[in-house]
Every structure is written in structure tokens, then in C-alpha cells.
């Protein structure tokens, strides 16, 4: 029977319920009690029956669907009811027996435990939703027109084997919210109206849908398609197999750790597809705090989980997430579902040992295979370029491709750009107040430098740009486990060029520069800084941004003896920041004016270390050259004269652009007295003493202009 076939017949089930409920009241109202209050029932007792498992139930919601599976059909049969009831009840049992699945009423039933008077209950409910005759038919059987409504006393009296504890809040017509009670005042249970749920209804009718109480806390988790990682089908595969031997009374929670939210995604849903479930992703920031909230969240979704072919992702490491408490509440009251966890580190559970594995980002080998198949034949080098700099996912990957591919064709290389810059700025670090993006426009033409510091530089960079190669093509990554990163120490004086000489790096491998802001990172609470550094590497692990600390020695310096708890704590934060710069991946560069205050634990794990001078004659001649763009007006600038002037290259510019303002004012161009006046005036600043036969000028016919 296919899904209209079933549909159709549903319908027909449904109608012929209600017909039979109707029957029954109409006979109840031709009673000779019926004038009167409703007669005693003898109630019975029955026995609590326990809910199926989890294995059994996955079975049970694919029959609300498409699978096969008869569920036996309870006996319809009223007290005294009347021949046409009787009837109408034979032609029930008829349309059950040729619909494979059953109907939608005796599915629920058997999923949720429900004894043959709590479905006659359940349907005496919904017949009122379907049927606006029998709310009349209820104020009539009951004697009273103030009542057009069902009750638990009218269902004592109208259906076989009455049982009290049906209304138990243990029993499953309320501990699965399938009715609503209401009970005004000091009104009694039995004469209190009963409404069925909602999503109960439209369930019986047919029509499957996520209850709407939990549709804003949850999302489906996309189906990841084809050219899913070998990795990350592995990964899956290991979760399949473990709940295969699992306890199919009590499948432990799945927890899936890593650091990539995105990549945990793809795994989750590969999981539930496995199983032929739909994965849902429940954020864990968007839970309450109140317990009872919590309860019901629990409960309606343990629900859903047993009508329909669901499971849960919780998402509980995007960020600010509520309380521990509520998280482990939650979890908790989920049992007998497929339930797993995105999170970075493996957390407790009270009942028993979770299942639990590592989720990382597709490896290097895999994302270039991911590129090459996406671009195809436009690929070239491409790949290799992209997955040696950035960390993404496979999906990520075919996006990237697919729309730098649409664009108007070009050459290989201005492919190569968009889809850099378009990784770039996927991978872009959030780092909120902890650093600032440095827009990085130095070039290499504009930095002076001695050829052997010069060269350093250039090797740092050839070294980012071939990680690649040697790490994966070449094996190393195999043997070495940390240090795969590059930390370099910038040393030197104050405007000695450090700076810029990480925005020409920056500039030349077309990455972000992040400046560490130190007075954020660092905190006199103890654990705010660590807890700051985590996510300040976290943010730029995926390769995207250089991280630049300027004055590094506050951060990176000596530890000393412990003499007190402060001492202690300090160096905490240095044993931290020893170990976590070891692991980072990506470029940081440690700038300091003062190289003797660093830890020397830190000198063993820098790549590189580039000494700037203070800068010599020539080169301060070279600096003065480079001092204006060309698109400042100048008039006779002796580079050489001024390369007189003891200052580094960071006072050169201060000049320059004091003197321009200068110029701009007066609205002449940029002259040597001007140039002068402005470098008497740093000097001032600085407190260095001043010679005025050093910053006098006599025009010489042979003074060049730079």
C-alpha cells in the first residue's frame, strides 16, 4: 500500500470512528438514565504496560510512513451499545485489517502504550474535533447542555472496561500530552472537559508535522549529499556500529567532539540517515532555564520521537549556552531515542558510559580532492594553494567552487584570486574586542632592511606558502605531531620597521593581520586570560588570519619564583600560552623592543627570529626616498641630507606626514625647511637634545630632489 493508498484509508477509518462514537452516544442518550446523572461504573483496574524501546519503535514510525506491519486491532464494543454500533465497529475492524500500516490511531496506540479504554478516550476526543454533532451528543448523554464537551465520567460510562488511573498524570493520555484537561475552580476531574492535543489530532487525520512547540527550537540538519570526506563517513560508520551492539533498552547518548560545529553536522546527519531518521539541531543557547520548561521540551520531543522517524542533534558548544544544569536536565529525560551531542570535550553522563567520537575537518588530502572535483578542469594548481592555507569542510568547498565558476570566465590566475579571497573571508576569525584587523597595503618595495633580514622575511613567507608540500606531500605532518605552525620574534627598536614588515607578509600572502590587543586578552581574574588565548587560536586555527603581538614581552615574559598565589597564577598563564603556541597551525608574530624579557621556553619554539636594526645612513637615505607617495607635491628633498637626521623608520613617517600637513596649510609643496621644522619637532617630542646647525638649510645648486 502505498502513502495516497494508506491516506485514503486512513480516512475511511477515521470517518467510520467517528460514525462508531457517535453511534455510542446517540444510543447513551436513548438510554432511560440518560435524563439523569450519569449511573456508577464499576472501574477496574489495569496493568501498566511499558513503553517500547527505542530499536522497537524505530520500526513502528516507519509505519506511520511506508512500512509494513499490522498492529492487532482492539475490540470497539460499548456497554449496551445497539446493533448499529455494532456494526459500524465490524467495519473498523475490516478497513484495519486490509491497511498495511495499520491506522494512525492504532500505530499511536501501540507506540505509546495505550490501554483499549485510553484509545477510546483519545478517540472520543478527536471525534468532537472532527464532528461538531457530537459535542451535543456529550451535553445530552450527560443530562446537562452546559456540557458540550467529553468528559472522563462520560467515557467511564460509554466504553468497555473503564479504568480510573487512565487520567494518571504516569499513565500515557497525559504523560504524553495527548489530552488537555480543563479544570476551572474546584471543579471535579470526572466533569472536567477533556480536548485532544493539537498535533494528536492532525496525527490521526494523517498529516505528519513537527509539533509547532518545538519547530522554533529546532532546525532539520541538511542532508550533507554526495562527496561527503572519507574521514567523516568513517567517523559515522563508527557510530552505526556501536549502537548495532548497543542495549536496545537504553541507547547511550552519541557524543561527537571536535572543535569544527560544521563538520559534527554532516557526521549527525549521516548518523541518522544511517538509521532511516531525520536528524533535527536543537541550539542549546535557545534552552530555558526553568525546569518545568525544560520538562515539557523533554517530553514533547520524546514524543515526537516515538510517532516519528527523528532524532536529535544538541548543539551545546556554539557559545554562551545556558547552564550545565539545564543541559544535563534535558538529557536526562531523553531516553529511548536517538540523541547526539556536538560538543568540544567529552562531557559526564550519570546513567552510563557514552558513545563517543572525534569529528575533525576533512584532512588536507581530502579537501585538495574536494577542490580538484569541484573545479574540475579549471582546477590546475588551484587546489593544492587552497587546501595548504585554509581549513573547510567538503561542503564549503563545492559552494566556493560553484560560485567563483558562474562568474565570467577569465584566467587561471584571477580564478585562483576569487576563490582565495572567498576562503579568506570564510575563515576570517571572530574575535570580537581581543584583536583588531590591520589592513595590510605595505609592499616589499616599501620596507629597508639590511639583504640578510630582508631574506628572513622571505623565507618566513616561502615557508607559509609551501606548507603544503613539505608537511603533507613530503610526510612530515606524519612524524610530527605539534609544532607544524610558524612563530616568529620580531626584535628591535621602536620603529624599526616590525610592523610593517608583518603587513608586507601579510600583504604578500594575501592573509588577514590580526593586532593582538593585549589589554583585552589579558585579565586579573584567574583563567579570563587563558580562556581569552583559547579563543583567540581557536578563531584563527582554520588558517585564515596572521596573528600579530605587538610588545609581546607583557605577554610572553619571564616566568619568575613562586612567592605568592599571583606569582603562581602568571605563570600558569605562561606554561599555557608555552603550550598552545606550540600547537597553533598558523603564522603568529611576536614583536618586543625588549628580546632579553622573553621566557626563554619561547625562544625554542620560535621558527625564526629577525633582528631590525637601528638603521644606518644608507638606509635612512633610503627611507627618505620612500617617505612621500608620488602623489605628493615636493620641491627640492635632499634624501641625503636628511639621512642625517639619527632616527628609525617609524620617526621618518611621523616626519614626512607632519610635514605634509604643514605644506598642505601653508599650500606649497613639501620643502626641506618644512621637512626640518617637522623633525625638530619629533626630536622635541622625544626629549633628544636639539643642534640647530642640524636642522638649518642652505639650498645647494647640487641638492637633489628625491
Not at 137 to 166: M, Y
Not at 204 to 222: Q, S
Not at 236 to 255: F, G, H, K, N, T
Request: aromatic residues 6%; glycine residues 6%.
Amino acid at each position: 500500500m502505498n502513502a495516497t493508498e494508506w491516506h485514503d484509508a486512513n480516512t475511511r477509518y477515521m470517518t467510520t470512528a467517528v460514525a462508531w462514537v457517535r453511534a455510542l452516544l446517540s444510543e447513551r442518550v436513548k438510554a432511560p438514565s440518560s435524563s439523569g446523572p450519569l449511573p456508577p461504573v464499576l472501574v477496574t483496574t489495569t496493568t501498566t504496560t511499558t513503553a517500547p524501546s527505542f530499536w522497537g519503535s524505530v520500526g513502528r514510525r516507519k509505519m506511520l510512513v511506508s512500512t509494513a506491519g499490522t498492529a492487532p486491532e482492539p475490540k470497539l464494543i460499548a456497554i449496551g451499545s445497539a446493533e448499529r454500533a455494532s456494526a459500524v465497529a465490524a467495519q473498523m475492524a475490516e478497513i484495519a485489517a486490509g491497511m498495511t500500516p495499520p491506522p494512525a490511531l492504532a500505530a499511536l496506540a501501540q507506540s505509546l502504550g495505550l490501554s483499549e479504554f485510553e484509545r477510546n478516550v483519545l478517540l472520543l476526543c478527536t471525534a468532537t474535533e472532527l464532528d461538531t454533532s457530537i459535542g451535543a451528543l456529550c451535553a445530552q448523554a450527560q443530562g446537562d447542555p452546559a456540557r458540550p464537551f467529553p468528559t472522563f465520567a462520560l467515557a467511564l460510562s460509554l466504553f468497555e472496561d473503564p479504568a480510573w488511573e487512565a487520567l494518571s498524570p504516569e499513565r500515557p493520555l497525559r504523560y504524553w500530552r495527548l489530552l488537555e484537561i480543563s479544570q476551572p475552580g474546584a471543579t471535579p476531574l470526572t466533569v472536567s472537559p477533556l480536548r485532544a492535543d493539537e498535533r494528536v489530532v492532525n496525527l490521526l487525520k494523517g498529516v505528519t508535522y513537527l509539533d509547532d512547540r518545538l519547530a522554533p527550537l529546532l532546525a532539520p540538519v541538511p542532508d550533507p549529499g554526495d562527496g561527503v570526506p572519507a574521514s567523516q563517513l568513517a567517523s559515522a560508520q563508527a557510530i552505526v556500529d556501536q549502537l548495532r551492539v548497543a542495549s536496545q533498552q537504553d541507547i547511550p547518548a552519541i557524543q561527537l567532539l571536535g572543535n569544527d560545529a560544521t563538520s559534527k553536522l554532516i557526521v549527525a546527519a549521516l548518523v541518522g540517515h544511517a538509521l532511516g531518521l531525520r536528524p533535527y539541531r536543537l541550539d542549546a543557547r535557545l534552552l530555558p532555564t526553568a525546569p518545568a520548561e525544560i520538562e515539557s521540551i523533554a517530553r514533547l520531543w520524546q514524543r515526537e520521537s516515538l510517532l516519528l522517524p527523528v532524532a536529535l542533534y544538541v548543539e551545546i558548544d556554539a557559545g554562551d549556552t545556558p547552564a550545565a544544569g539545564s543541559i544535563d536536565t534535558l538529557l536526562s529525560k531523553l531516553s529511548g531515542g536517538l540523541v547526539m551531542l556536538g560538543t568540544r570535550q567529552l562531557r559526564p553522563v550519570a546513567s552510563q558510559a557514552p558513545i563517543a567520537v572525534d569529528v575533525d575537518k576533512p584532512t588536507e588530502a581530502e579537501q585538495r580532492e574536494c577542490w580538484a572535483t569541484a573545479l574540475g578542469e579549471a582546477a590546475d594548481a588551484i587546489p593544492e594553494a587552497l587546501s595548504a592555507q585554509f581549513d573547510l569542510d567538503a561542503a564549503t568547498i563545492r559552494e566556493l567552487a560553484r560560485r567563483a565558476t558562474v562568474t565570467p570566465a577569465g584566467d587561471a590566475s584571477s580564478l585562483r584570486e576569487r576563490l582565495w579571497d572567498a576562503s579568506r573571508g570564510l575563515t576570517r576569525p571572530r574575535l570580537d574586542t581581543l584583536a583588531h584587523r590591520v589592513a595590510a597595503r605595505a609592499t616589499w618595495d616599501d620596507i629597508v632592511l639590511p639583504a640578510a633580514e630582508t631574506a628572513l622575511l622571505h623565507q618566513i613567507a616561502d615557508q607559509v606558502g609551501q606548507r603544503g608540500t613539505v608537511y603533507g606531500d613530503w610526510g612530515f605532518a606524519e612524524r610530527m605531531s605539534r609544532g607544524l605552525g610558524i612563530s616568529v620574534l620580531f626584535a628591535g627598536a621602536s620603529g624599526s620597521g616590525k610592523t610593517m614588515a608583518a603587513e608586507v607578509i601579510a600583504n604578500d600572502l594575501r592573509l588577514d593581520l590580526f593586532r593582538i590587543d593585549l589589554s583585552a586578552v589579558m585579565s586579573k581574574y584567574i583563567g579570563e586570560t587563558e580562556a581569552n588565548l583559547r579563543r583567540l587560536f581557536d578563531a584563527a586555527e582554520d588558517g585564515g588570519a596572521i596573528l600579530f603581538f605587538d610588545e609581546a614581552d607583557a605577554l610572553f615574559g619571564k616566568r619568575s619564583e613562586v612567592k605568592d598565589s599571583h606569582d603562581r597564577y602568571a605563570n600558569i598563564e605562561i606554561n599555557y600560552l608555552l603550550q598552545r603556541m606550540e600547537s597553533y597551525g598558523g603564522l603568529a608574530i611576536l614583536a618586543t623592543n625588549m628580546k632579553s624579557a622573553l621566557d626563554q621556553a619561547f625562544m625554542r619554539r620560535l621558527r625564526f627570529v629577525v633582528d631590525f636594526p637601528f638603521p644606518g645612513a644608507a638606509q635612512r637615505a633610503a627611507m627618505w626616498q620612500k617617505a612621500f607617495p608620488p602623489g605628493t607635491p615636493t620641491d627640492a628633498l635632499d634624501a641625503e641630507r636628511l639621512a642625517r637626521l639619527n632616527v628609525t623608520g617609524g620617526h621618518i613617517a611621523v616626519i614626512a606626514l607632519n610635514a605634509a600637513f604643514a605644506a598642505a596649510h601653508a599650500g606649497t609643496p613639501v620643502t626641506m625647511p618644512l621637512v626640518l621644522d617637522a623633525a625638530r619637532t619629533e626630536f622635541r617630542k622625544l626629549g633628544r637634545p636639539i643642534n640647530q646647525n642640524d636642522f638649518g638649510w642652505n639650498p645647494a645648486p647640487a641638492a637633489v630632489s628625491a
